[in-house]
C-alpha cells in the first residue's frame, strides 16, 4: 500500500506524496483478440473465445489442449536504423514486449526520444521461449538424413544468440530502448511472478520509495514448447476441451487452458504523471507460504488492509479445480459475494503475464464502467458458495469502483498469490479523460 517513505535527502530521489498516490497512466495488450485492451474486452464482452489447437503460423501440433494462439502478424517493429540493428537480436518475445511497451507509451504521450533517468522497466517473463525449443524437432530430423558432422550441422543450424535473446533481462533492454528508459531494468518471474503481480508489486516500492517517478511493467507468455506444456500438465492437468460448461468456476471445470499474450502497465506517481491517469493503482502484494489458500489470504489481506472494500473482482479463475476453490473462498470470506469476471475463459492462461493482462482489463473496465462477463462460464459451481459471476452480457459498474484482482502461478501446489487493488479515477467521461477541458483527473 502506499506509504511516505523515503528518505527526503537522498540523491536523485524526491519524496513520495502518499496523498497523491500511484496511477495508471498506459497499457499495452497483444492477446488472441488482437493488439490492444478495447479489442479484448470487447471479445469478452461479445462472449467470444479464441480456442484452437495450435499457433496460426503454421499446421496444428498434435496436443491433447486446446491453446488460445495469438496471430503475430499483425505485431510490428519499430522503423529505423538503430531498431533494424537491433532486430537481429530480437526473438519473438522481445518483438511482442516492444510492441505492448509502445502501446502503453503511446497512450501515456511519452514518445522515447528523450532519455528519462527518473523512469525504470520491470519485466515478467519466463525464459522457455527461445529459437533452440522451437526448432529441435526439425532438427533432429533433418540431422538424420545428413552427411555433416554432428558438431558442423549444429554450428551451421542453431540459430546464433537464441537463449541470450530469450533472457528477461535481454528483453529489458529491448523494451528500454522503446521507452526511452535508458536506465538498468530488472526481471520478477518464475515462483514470485504469480502472474506479473510480482513486477507490478516491485514498481510500486520503487515509486513510493521515490527511486523513480515511472514504472513501465511488460510481461510476455510466448507459445510454449511441447515439453514445458507436458510438465506443466503433470503438474496439474490441464483442460482438454474448451466448450460451454468448462469455464472457470463452472462445474464442469477440469484445469486450465493455455493461452499466450504479452502485456504493459505504466505506472506513475500521480504528482509526477506525464500521461493522463486512467485508474488509480491502490496497492499490490505478492506472498509465498506453504500452501497456495494461505499465500492467498496473505495477499489478499494486505492488500485491503487499511484500504476502501472493493466493490467488483477480478479473478485469475483459470479454471482449476483446486484454485478456483481457493481464491474463491478467500475473496468471498473477506469480501463478500462481489460481482467477479476473469479472461482465462476466453484467452487462457498466459502464465507469467496473465495478470497484468488482467490488469490492463480492469483499467479498461473501469474507463468504461462495465464488467465484462466470464468465458466458458454456463453454472457456477454451487460448492464454490457465493459467487456473483458476470453472464450473458456486461454488468454496470458504479462511479468511484474499486477492483481487487487476485492471481497464482500455475499448479495446485502453487506457493506464491499475489492481489492488486484498482480504483476509478474521479472526474472521468468513461473513456479515462478529463471531464474539463484541461483539468486533470483527481
Avoid at 150 to 155: C, G, R, S
Avoid at 265 to 283: I, K, S, T, W
Avoid at 350 to 364: K, P, R
Amino acid at each position: 500500500m502506499p506509504s511516505d517513505r523515503g528518505p527526503d535527502d537522498a540523491p536523485g530521489r524526491t519524496p513520495y506524496d502518499a496523498s497523491a498516490g500511484i496511477v495508471v497512466t498506459g497499457t499495452g495488450v497483444i492477446s488472441p483478440a488482437g493488439l490492444g485492451a478495447a479489442r479484448l474486452w470487447e471479445a469478452m464482452a461479445a462472449g467470444k473465445t479464441f480456442f484452437g489447437t495450435g499457433d496460426h503460423d503454421g499446421p496444428a501440433p498434435a496436443l491433447p489442449w486446446p491453446t488460445a494462439a495469438v496471430d503475430t502478424s499483425e505485431i510490428g517493429w519499430p522503423q529505423g536504423t538503430v531498431w533494424a540493428n537491433a532486430g537481429k537480436y530480437a526473438n519473438q518475445s522481445a518483438r511482442w514486449a516492444v510492441a505492448v511497451a509502445g502501446q502503453a507509451l503511446e497512450q501515456a504521450g511519452i514518445t522515447g526520444d528523450t532519455e528519462d533517468v527518473r523512469g525504470g522497466t520491470v519485466m515478467a517473463v519466463g525464459s522457455s521461449g527461445d529459437e533452440l525449443s522451437e526448432v529441435m524437432p526439425r532438427l533432429a530430423s533433418r540431422f538424420r538424413d545428413d552427411p555433416r558432422p554432428l558438431a558442423k550441422f549444429l554450428h551451421d543450424e542453431v540459430p546464433d544468440y537464441s537463449y541470450i535473446r530469450g533472457i528477461p533481462s535481454q528483453l529489458g533492454q529491448f523494451v528500454c530502448l522503446a521507452s526511452g528508459f535508458r536506465g538498468s531494468n530488472v526481471a520478477a518471474y518464475g515462483e514470485s511472478a504469480a502472474g506479473g503481480t510480482g513486477a507490478l508489486a516491485l514498481a510500486v516500492r520503487l515509486l513510493e520509495d521515490g527511486e523513480l517517478d515511472r514504472v513501465l511493467v511488460v510481461g510476455v507468455a510466448g507459445p510454449l514448447s511441447t515439453t514445458s506444456l507436458a510438465a506443466f500438465d503433470a503438474h496439474e492437468a490441464f483442460g482438454t476441451r474448451a466448450t460451454a460448461g468448462a469455464g472457470p468456476f463452472g462445474t464442469g471445470r477440469a484445469g486450465t487452458l493455455p493461452g499466450q499474450g504479452a502485456a504493459a502497465v505504466l505506472l506513475e506517481r500521480a504528482d509526477r504523471a506525464r500521461g493522463v491517469p486512467l485508474a488509480r493503482f491502490l496497492g499490490c502484494e505478492v506472498l509465498a507460504a506453504r500452501d497456495p489458500q494461505s499465500a492467498s489470504e496473505y495477499a489478499v489481506d494486505a492488500v485491503l488492509a487499511d484500504a476502501p472494500p472493493p466493490d467488483a473482482w477480478w479473478a485469475h479463475g483459470a479454471g482449476s479445480r483446486t484454485l478456483d476453490a481457493v481464491e474463491a473462498r478467500t475473496v468471498t470470506t473477506r469480501a463478500g459475494t462481489l460481482p467477479v469476471t476473469g479472461s482465462k475463459g476466453t484467452i487462457g492462461n498466459a502464465f507469467e503475464c496473465a495478470a497484468l493482462l488482467d490488469t490492463a482489463l480492469a483499467v479498461e473496465s473501469l474507463a468504461r464502467r462495465e464488467l465484462p462477463p466470464v468465458g466458458l462460464l454456463d453454472r457456477p459451481d454451487p460448492a464454490l458458495g457465493a459467487l456473483d459471476p458476470v453472464l450473458g452480457g456486461p454488468r454496470p459498474l458504479g462511479d468511484g469502483t474499486t477492483v481487487l484482482l487476485t492471481a497464482f502461478n500455475q499448479g495446485r501446489g502453487a506457493a506464491a498469490a499475489g492481489a492488486a487493488l484498482i480504483a476509478a479515477v474521479a472526474g472521468t467521461d468513461g473513456t479515462g479523460t478529463a471531464e474539463a477541458e484541461g483539468e486533470a483527473p483527481a
